[in-house]
């Protein structure tokens, strides 16, 4: 399938403002990678399908899940972190990508994971800052962004963490993993 019938594919999947998020996420990922280095084709997919899955039924997610042999543990936390992970089998699936790199920046894109990636933490970023984003401490992560995909992206995970302890949620263990991965390697 070419680009231009995934985009409109992935158009179909979700309302107007979730489309104009994904356009955002595209062309921050395409910034992050003329800043950061990494494969702009790879950037850009994975950034186009990373919340392929998001508007879809929580029901059908969940039967995604159930009936595919995703991780079970996923239904176990917040239904927000379900979408990355049916995303990933989705495109596979209907639309037969089959490139980890890209399969995985999707799935891990809402709770990271250890030993990220180039990809999965441009990807991961890109959604954190990506110009419709607008809460307590983007811009913070926006500046970071400017010089380290890093400090960015740990900055990222620690408003997500920060936002789920102020809401008594569940942290998903890939999060907290993520953090303490990117924080054990600062030099
Ligand atoms: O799909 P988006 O809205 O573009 O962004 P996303 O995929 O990063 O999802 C963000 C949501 O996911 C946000 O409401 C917080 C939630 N989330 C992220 N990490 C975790 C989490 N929820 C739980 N329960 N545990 C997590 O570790
Ligand atoms: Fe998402
Ligand atoms: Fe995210
Ligand atoms: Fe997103």
């Known amino acids: 399938m070419n680009l231009e019938a995934l985009r409109e594919a992935t158009r179909a999947q979700m309302p107007e403002k979730r489309w104009t998020h994904t356009l955002g996420v595209v062309d921050t990922a395409l910034e992050l990678t003329s800043r950061f280095g990494g494969d702009p084709a790879k950037a850009e997919l994975a950034a186009l399908l990373h919340d392929y899955a998001k508007a879809w039924p929580i029901l059908r997610q969940e039967q995604v899940i159930r009936e595919q042999g995703l991780p079970k543990e996923l239904l176990d936390y917040g239904k927000e972190l379900w979408h990355a992970h049916v995303g990933a089998w989705v495109v596979r699936h209907e639309h037969g990508i ?15 994971r250890e030993n990220m990636t180039h990809l999965e933490k441009i990807v991961c970023l890109a959604d954190y800052i990506e110009p419709g984003r607008d809460y307590p401490g983007v811009h913070k992560i926006r500046q970071l962004a400017e010089h380290n ?4 992206l740990t900055a990222g995970l620690d408003s997500t963490i920060g936002l789920l302890l102020e809401r008594g949620e569940c942290i ?6 993520a953090r303490n991965d990117l924080i054990r390697r600062r030099k």
Request: charge should be negative; glycine fraction near 4%; aromatic fraction near 8%.
């Open 98 to 112: 089959e490139d980890e790199e890209v399969l995985n920046a999707i799935r891990y894109h809402t709770s990271g």
């Open 149 to 152: 995909l890093d400090e960015a």
């Open 172 to 177: 998903f263990p890939l999060t907290v993993l």
